[in-house]
């Protein structure tokens, strides 16, 4: 059953991406109230997905790689819908809706099976959860700056075209990305504490320098200077941008590249 | 009588010497009731602004009027030596006064070709000269006519858009780099009229804080008033710049006044939240290494009008629209000056008396049937003296006024008394009809 709700959500964003890639290009307003309509019944199967999936495990679906990006696409909609509601920023959806797409194909052509859990591997969502909500913080981040440095090249060059019209201004740009990097950081602070807890529970160490323990030291680090910088100096604005954008591209590396491979549970 | 007028503009002069002979609102009533009594001065009217000092006087005799506007206007500004001043005025009579004028009220003169402020910095003037009765028949009737030409640009040609989409474009923009405007802060560098403009839509889109700085400091507190705004010893603008979120610079002087360096720095002490800067000003007064400096954004005025071609060739065509318009209303306001001369006056009154005359006795000759040559004289002789004894003082006051200062106003007086402006008119037309015939043959050549 959750495999369906999943295809079927599967099958509406890529509908949704579609229509907001299009929306881009275009100046219909039909085009994006529809995209978003889209979006949002997608969002409700994908939910309707996952908690069936916990249902028919009985434990919260963050056990598998299919789950965990299954439900990182989850959180990043989510946000988008709130955000959308509140700000009526429809350009966000262009943006954030391929990157939830891409996370949930890659999800799809994962191994979709239920897992059985070992005990001691009960209380690990908490661990997985906290550090995956940080990376749907620092992917808001990312489209922000990406959309920030575009919005900045186009008042540079002085091009109005229709993306220009359609970007929201710079100092809105910036301050979601400050808001999601002081809103990320925290959590993925909290992801490493509970993970270090949870690996000194199960291995009995905190820290055994394993390639997705340093990339999260790596990652951490990175966000600690782009947020002292903000706070300190003034990194902000265009640098802020360029920053998370590139953060991103660390974090992308280790949530995909080092969790293929050998992740405790995976 | 002749209208005259001694001015310099931004064309002609620096800003530093356009803000310091700049007279403020408090104090233009004292300076133009002072005008009023300088010699040979029979009407006065003083319009200043951030962009232009402008006397205009009624005189009997130009070169003596030049001479005395000349010499009030190097005594504006104790600072400013006639030296310094003198190679920057220009002057204009008669029909180039009036055209000056009318051009300058539709703002074919402005910095920014159709912004609408002139219009009313012109009412201001007007109403100052009113109030201090330093104006007469013929400014009165010239300036009303110049507002109403200056309406009438604005409504019947495409000028004024012009201004009105550079201001609303600099919103526009504002907004793509600022979400809310509310609690934002505007520098404005000088206070020419685009930047007043622009400055007014900021705050219609919600933009609470204006900081002006102008050489003269006393015309940044004059103009800060009108904006609830912050006045700004010229000194310290580059400090105060960090505080700003856009500057607006308008000043036309000779060389930047805002270096990217500037730019640099103030962008360092607000911890590089952005700043946009616009440059009315021509030449440009920012350098254009600060459109280089990150987070800075540097649009000039060719940047927010739009290159667009197109759009060139459509404003081209609108301003010449209104030099036309402006061209037949100045031969309008000429002819009528022109009739406000004693001596057509006269001859006027004394043809519309004998045409009335000449008609009454036929009318009553050929009732009186058969008379002797004789009757015949006196009735004809009676008739003459009736009109002649009747306007005799009429005559003898016109012509004692013909070189006074009062003599528009009869001539004015005695047309409406004796409706002779038909009269005059009709001769004017002859005149001018016989002055293209004697002009034609020429033509043909």
């Known amino acids: ?266 | 009588m002749n209208i005259i007028i001694v001015g310099l503009n931004h064309r002609t002069a620096p800003v530093e010497l356009r803000e310091r002979l700049a007279v403020p609102e408090s104090r233009l009533p004292e300076a133009v009731a002072r005008l009023k009594g300088w010699p040979g001065v029979a009407e006065s009217l003083i319009l200043s602004t951030c962009n232009r000092v402008e006397l205009y006087a009624v005189v009997k005799d130009t070169a003596l009027g030049f001479e005395s506007l000349r010499e009030y206007f190097v005594k504006i500004a104790p600072t400013v030596s006639g030296e310094e001043l003198v190679p920057y005025l220009y002057y204009f009579d008669g029909h180039d006064a009036i055209r000056h004028l009318f051009r300058v009220t539709s703002s074919l003169d402005s910095m920014v070709v159709g912004e609408p402020q002139i219009l009313g910095q012109v009412k201001v003037a007007f109403d100052v000269a009113l109030t201090q009765k330093t104006t007469g028949v013929v400014l009165n009737k010239v300036l009303k006519k110049a507002i109403s030409v200056g309406k009438r640009v604005r409504s019947e040609t495409g000028i004024a858009a012009n201004a009105v989409s550079v201001s609303y474009a600099a919103v526009e923009l504002a907004k793509k780099i600022f979400q809310n405007l509310a609690g934002k802060t505007v520098l404005l560098i000088g206070a020419g009229e685009m930047a007043k403009l622009a400055a007014r839509h900021l705050m219609q889109a919600g933009m609470q804080n204006v900081m002006i700085t102008t050489r003269n400091f006393e015309l940044a507190v004059d103009v800060a008033k009108h904006f609830n705004g912050l006045p700004v010893p010229f000194n310290d603008f580059p400090e105060e710049m960090s505080n700003a979120d856009i500057v607006i610079c308008s000043t036309g002087a000779a060389s930047y006044l805002v270096t990217a360096e500037d730019v640099q720095k103030a962008l360092w002490t607000r911890r590089n939240r952005p700043m946009f800067l616009i440059d009315i000003s021509v030449p440009r007064n920012i350098e254009p290494a600060v459109g280089a400096v990150d987070n800075a954004y540097l649009y000039n005025i060719d940047d927010l009008q739009g290159h667009v071609e197109k759009n060139l060739e459509q404003r081209r065509q609108e301003a010449m629209k209104a030099e036309d318009l402006v061209k037949d209303e100045v031969g309008l306001v000429t002819r009528w000056i022109k009739s406000l001369e004693v001596l057509p006056t006269i001859l006027a009154l004394r043809r519309k008396a004998d045409d009335i005359q000449k008609g009454e006795l036929e009318r009553i000759l050929s009732r009186l049937g058969p008379l002797t040559p004789r009757q015949r004289e006196l009735v004809e002789e009676l008739a003459s003296a009736i009109s002649n004894k009747l306007l005799h003082g009429a005559l003898v006051a016109l012509k004692a006024e013909a070189d006074s200062t009062n003599g528009p106003l009869f001539t004015e007086i005695a047309q409406r008394l004796f409706d002779l402006e038909k009269e005059i008119e009709a001769s004017q037309l002859k005149e001018a009809a016989e002055e293209t015939r004697t002009v034609s043959p020429d033509d043909v050549h």
């Open chain 1, 1 to 266: 059953m959750n495999v369906l709700f999943f295809e079927v959500s599967l099958l509406l964003y890529f509908l949704g991406t579609a229509l907001f890639l299009s929306q881009l290009a275009g100046r219909l307003e039909a085009v994006s109230q529809s995209a978003f309509v889209v979006a949002g019944s997608a969002f409700f199967f994908h939910t309707l997905a996952l908690v069936s999936r916990m249902i028919e495990g009985g434990h919260i679906p963050l056990t598998t790689m299919h789950e965990v990006l299954s439900f990182f696409s989850w959180a990043l909609v989510l946000v988008f819908l709130v955000v959308e509601l509140r700000y009526r920023i429809h350009i966000l959806g262009s943006f954030i809706l391929p990157l939830a797409f891409i996370s949930l194909i890659s999800a799809a052509a994962l191994p979709k099976e239920i897992k059985v859990l070992a005990p001691i591997f009960r209380n690990v969502w908490m661990h997985v959860t906290l550090s995956l909500l940080g990376t749907v913080a620092f992917a808001i981040a990312f489209v922000a700056g990406l959309m920030y440095l575009i919005q900045e090249h186009l008042l540079k060059s002085k091009h109005r075209n229709a993306l220009y019209h359609k970007l929201p201004a710079l100092d809105f740009l910036d301050d979601l990305n400050g808001k999601a990097i002081s809103l990320g950081f925290p959590l993925l602070t909290l992801g490493i504490i509970t993970g270090a807890l949870f690996a000194e529970f199960t291995r009995g160490s905190f820290l055994n320098w394993n390639a997705e323990q340093i990339g999260a030291l790596g990652t951490w680090l990175f966000y600690l200077v782009v947020l002292l910088g903000r706070v300190t100096v003034g990194w902000r604005a265009k640098r802020a941008a360029y920053l998370t954008v590139l953060g991103f591209a660390g974090v992308i590396f280790t949530l995909v590249g080092v969790l293929v491979k050998e992740h405790p549970f995976a």
